[in-house]
């Protein structure tokens, strides 16, 4: 029998609630946007396109460390979880990226977490062809203010039975948009997930400026366009009137808040226009767009602890520039 994935979607984020959140972040003195608002189909390409880079290690570098290190992962895993497993994916991402975690855990059930529906739909369809006899499910949601999976995902399909526990996989670094607190409250949320849940997650280090900053600031271009990109979503959602022209890329280096932080900086005096507001720049005024925090592994290590996960073990690079962390307890 070939198996269908299931779907669910869970609020969508409506289109008012982002123009609201929008039009408050560009009145605010230090005017911001959510990153949320990256990933339209466009801008879900160009962040393909950035881990593509050169300058761009995370990618490479965790996709390293899973190869070297994955059967000592999975026998973490299988020592902490009851089987069957079920695998939980945050952010789901591509095929290959989820077929090697099939073929390390050998889940069998996997429940494939995204705020992009239609994107996820192509992922599992995808993925089931591969992987015929593999329960999957997909849930449309932005877990960012809340992570919380309706108990119908989870049960068991003949028995409804609630699993005894599931691994959270948060891979990439995407933790980094979330500043400490609310990084804090995911984390707890995670653990609560499927009645205690182990995480397997993805987190970027504190490394050299001259390595830091070209990866968000890359010779091609990529990431200045896939920044830029929002504005061309503003101007749809809220009928502003951003010509994408008078406005530049900068990445920095906050050291004092530990994080990369992406701006867009108006070129010169300007003035921009949307529905229901309008908004003068000063000459270099910025725009945040988004935060990409960085860790040490031991404060990354308290901030699991301090969320109640009592054992840990990690995996890093010799280079020390990304770890992932096993977490249970
Ligand atoms: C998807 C949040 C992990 O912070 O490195 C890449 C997003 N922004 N280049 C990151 C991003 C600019 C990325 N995360």
Redesign the pocket.
Known sequence: MLRRPTFLQIDPPSRSALAEEADAGLRAPQAWLS?KLFYDPLGSRL?DA?TELPE?Y?TRTEAALMARHGADMAAAVRSALPEPLTLVDLGAGNCTKAAALFDLLEPAHYVAVDISADYLRNTLTCLQREYPDLRMSGVGMDFSARLALPAEVLADERTGAAPQGALLFYP???I??FDPPEALRLLREARALAGGAALLIGV?LIKPLDVLLPA?DDTLGV?AA?NLNVLRRLNALLGADFHLADWQHEARFNTAASRIE?HLRARTELTVRWQGGERRFAPAETIHT?N?YKWTTESFSALLTEAGFAQQKHWTDERGWFAVFMATG
């Open positions: 990153p962040f950035i761009y995370p990439g670094s995407s980094g948009n970027d968000y990431t896939f992406m988004e990409s």
